[in-house]
């Protein structure tokens, strides 16, 4: 099968392109600058038609947005340009040329998670409190409307990371700092934020797979959650990648870093999923970092 990845040069595009690859299928990769694939704006409405035009892909995989939160914030007027008519327009290429799509959404739009509720499940009601996360809960409306005349599928990914992914996201800012002290391009000393909220963490080569089997199982016009099911301290995350150096490690709080509020719990429930496609994880979050880890030993020495 031909597939159109949207966001195809970002850090899960990429291992989305090798997964459907090793599988046998044909990946056309799009993104705002794509080495080896097609140039494209999401914003750009008659580019978006006219290279689906080009493609013409048997399925979809819509992943191009603004993901960091922060940027997001900083940018709300860019986020709903991207995120919600980005996607707009990805959908209407895909009614264009008959194409399954999968949307990839946030488990953040449920937002911090009331006392006494264990997980998040697709029955939750949307809880958004920051620009990035109104713009996925929007953007699934978006997709709701056109699963009324075309396939289209949600996937609500929680928090995933492994190697390659950028230093703005926690678990490889951490890495990156243990790799880079160790090579001799620190003090000893991990700077961080506020280690208390609890967030639920896969590995992207867990993820991908998950994609792909919403993809192919996955009811018209439903929702699913991606996620390991299990609340993660960040602390932890940290105590894991420092007990894998032999430095003798410091941390310090450094306050740009705290971004103010009390510590979050968000940790989400596959169940749905897995009952449709037979997906769970199955990359321990300790290979997880280990890999982090030593693809950031990597770069740094090289």
């Known amino acids: 099968m031909r597939f159109l990845i949207t966001g195809a040069a970002g850090f899960a595009g990429t291992y989305l392109g090798d997964h459907l690859k090793g599988l046998g299928h044909e990946v056309v990769a799009w993104d705002m600058v794509c080495p080896g694939g097609v140039e494209v704006d999401v914003c750009d409405r008659e580019a978006v038609l ?6 013409r892909p048997d399925g979809i995989f819509h992943l191009a947005a603004i993901a960091f939160v ?10 709903m340009r991207v995120n919600v008519e980005g996607t707009k327009h990805i959908l209407e290429a895909a009614g264009l040329v008959g194409a399954r799509t999968l949307f990839v ?8 998670l009331p006392e006494g509720v264990e997980c998040a499940d697709e029955g939750m009601p949307a809880n958004p409190r920051d620009p990035y996360s109104v713009s996925k809960a929007r953007a699934e409306e978006a ?4 699963a009324q005349s075309q396939e289209v599928v949600c996937v609500r990914a929680f928090n995933h ?3 390659g992914q950028s230093p703005d ?6 890495a990156r700092q243990v790799a880079r002290c160790e090579s001799g391009g620190g003090d000893a000393t991990i700077r961080v934020g506020d280690l208390r909220a609890e967030r639920d963490f896969c590995d992207v080569r867990d993820m991908v ?12 016009g439903e929702v699913y959650n991606a996620c390991s099911g299990r609340a993660v301290i960040v602390s932890s995350i940290l105590d894991t990648l420092v007990s894998m150096s032999d430095l003798n490690l410091k941390v310090e709080v450094e306050e740009k870093r705290l971004r103010g509020g009390k510590a979050s719990r968000l940790v989400g429930s596959y169940d749905k999923l897995r009952d449709i496609s037979g997906w769970e994880p199955t990359i321990a979050l300790e290979s997880t970092l280990a890999d982090l880890l030593a693809y950031w030993r990597e770069s740094e020495a090289a």
């Open 50 to 55: 006219a290279q689906a035009e080009v493609a």
């Open 70 to 79: 922060p940027t997001a914030a900083a940018n709300p007027e860019a986020v």
């Open 105 to 112: 959404s946030s488990g953040t739009i449920y937002g911090p």
């Open 143 to 146: 997709c709701a409307e056109a």
């Open 161 to 163: 990371t492994g190697p």
């Open 169 to 174: 996201f926690v678990c490889s800012d951490f």
């Open 209 to 220: 797979g998950a994609y792909r089997l919403a993809w192919e199982k996955g009811r018209l």
